[in-house]
């Protein structure tokens, strides 16, 4: 399994990004996906989900309404639209998967075992 970000960048406050992560090394559409962030000190944050299924998806509140997760399964890749992008959301982003035919959108990091390297996010005020 092999996770590749991309995407990140400096943007001011306001502004907007869009994530790629692209997959490679296992069957796309059997794998949950899902986007946390992280920032020295602090825990890993769910930032969003989306299921193999049927595609539902997850949102951390701190991003509901700013942030929309896709997928291409044509690409194998997952996206991550950032609109409205604030301060507090400057953090290294990580995508990540696990194996999974349900219809559950899984929102801890413990539930999932693959990882990407991440990419920078810096949103300045």
């Known amino acids: 399994v092999q996770l590749v970000e991309s995407g990140g960048g400096s943007v001011q406050a306001g502004g907007s990004l869009r994530l790629s992560c692209a997959a490679s090394?296992?069957?796309?559409?059997?794998?949950?996906i899902a986007w946390f962030r992280q920032t020295p000190g602090r825990e890993r944050e769910g930032v969003s989900c989306i299921n193999s299924r049927d595609g539902s998806t997850y949102y951390g509140d701190s991003v509901k309404g700013r942030f929309t997760i896709s997928r291409d399964h044509a690409n194998d890749t997952v996206y991550l639209q950032m609109n409205s992008l604030k301060p507090d959301d400057t953090a290294v982003y990580h995508c990540?998967?696990?194996?999974?035919?349900?219809?559950?959108?899984?929102?801890?990091?413990?539930?999932?075992?693959?990882w990407g390297r991440g990419t920078q996010v810096t949103v300045s005020s």
């Open positions: 990540s998967a696990r194996y999974s035919l349900s219809d559950h959108a899984y929102s801890l990091a413990e539930e999932y075992d693959a």
């Open positions: 090394g296992f069957t796309f559409g059997h794998y949950a």
